[in-house]
């Protein structure tokens, strides 16, 4: 009677040792597989905050174009020389980067995934000198179809030269033969007049465009993500 009730009980922990191993074995894989929900949760996340981060610091740095030569030319370019620098990829990458800082300690920015900026460097770019001044080129024609004017790429921009420059400019372009001449001159004219008129250090090579930024981001939580953003100014 006392060995049967003995082996009775055995059987009934023994079961019950069987459901506390399974449940503990179940809880592991479930647990092992919230995390795992959780980290790539926290990575698409950090992901997208870091693509945020980069392409509203593009954004706001190129609407620091040149005012004056688009008051007075109608031409949008970003002048990477800010006034002082000397200009080009690496402090127009400065600017971005001073962008994206500020938007990191921004009081009303609550980061939450601790995320901080490890590297930036600009991919590619496009300046107004470049390929014979082709985006000058390109934006003077886009103006002139804006105001209005019909006509080949030659009349267009000497629509161009006859609204912006005086009649001294006007006989010396008449004398350019080809369109790249007088791209050459028109850009020549604003440059020397940039820097007489408004005492700046003005220089074609200096004025962007458009650029793709590639940023590298890191979280305190261990996780990375790398950003890329290009933007052109028109």
Request: proline content about 0%; overall charge negative.
């Amino acid at each position: 009677m006392i060995v049967r009730q003995y082996n009775t009980y055995k059987e009934a922990y023994r079961k019950k040792a069987e459901i506390t191993v399974f449940l503990t074995l179940l809880m592991t894989i479930l647990c092992t597989l919230l995390m795992t929900v959780i980290y790539a949760v926290r990575v698409q996340a950090i992901k997208i905050q870091s693509e945020a981060l980069l392409d509203l610091a593009i954004k706001s740095a190129f609407s620091e174009y040149n005012k004056t030569l688009y008051e007075k030319y109608d031409l949008l370019f970003v002048d990477t020389s800010y006034h002082g620098a000397n200009g080009g990829d690496a402090d127009f990458c400065n600017h971005v980067e001073a962008y994206i800082n500020a938007n990191l300690s921004s009081e009303t920015n609550s980061n939450l995934y601790k995320v901080s900026l490890k590297n930036i460097d600009v991919k590619s770019s496009v300046y107004a000198d470049e390929n014979g001044y082709e985006c000058f080129l390109r934006q003077i024609l886009e103006y002139e179809k804006a105001s209005g004017n019909y006509g080949d790429d030659s009349e267009l921009v000497e629509y161009y030269a006859m609204d912006k420059f005086d009649e001294l400019f006007i006989e010396k372009f008449d004398k350019c033969s080809s369109l790249d001449d007088k791209i050459h001159l028109i850009a020549e004219e604003i440059e020397k007049n940039m820097r007489e008129d408004y005492s700046l250090d003005f220089s074609f090579d200096n004025l962007l465009m458009s650029a793709s930024v590639e940023a590298y981001f890191v979280s305190d939580y261990g996780c990375g993500s790398k950003a890329i953003s290009e933007y052109s100014i028109i």
